[in-house]
Nanobody, 119 residues
Framework: QVQLVESGGGLVQPGGSLRLSCAAS????????MGWYRQPPGKQRELVAT???????NYADSVKGRFTISRDNAKNTVYLQMNSLKPEDTAVYYC?????????????WGQGTQVTVSS
């Protein structure tokens, strides 16, 4: 079992920046896919960014060029640098770890961290 703990959320003005961190309670491996998802108020959870083994990344169109996902396997941590934040980025942000198993994948989720973009 892997526990994920997010941090770094908060209130920021439009145009500002935040850096989210997600620390895993156990080692993460290069074969694990790590990602960030978000759930805006009243909406379904949506993908923000993912990073598979190596350096392959995928971003939602709405955050391309503004957000950057990175990971440090030695520290068992994944990050999300968010720049040029907009009010529509307001959401609860969740960290995800997807670990390959013999039968498919095992997903792990953090508890979420609130990001509010408002003046």
């Amino acid at each position: 079992q892997v526990q994920l703990v997010e941090s770094g959320g908060g209130l920021v003005q439009p145009g500002g920046s935040l850096r989210l961190s997600c620390a895993a309670s156990r080692s993460i491996f290069s074969r694990d896919a790590m990602g960030w998802y978000r759930q805006p108020p009243g909406k379904q959870r949506e993908l923000v960014a993912t990073m598979t083994s190596g350096t392959s990344t995928n971003y939602a169109d709405s955050v391309k060029g503004r957000f950057t996902i990175s990971r440090d396997n030695a520290k068992n941590t994944v990050y999300l640098q968010m720049n040029s934040l907009k009010p529509e980025d307001t959401a609860v942000y969740y960290c995800n770890l997807r670990r390959p198993t013999g039968l498919g994948f095992q997903d792990y989720w953090g508890q979420g961290t609130q990001v509010t973009v408002s003046s």
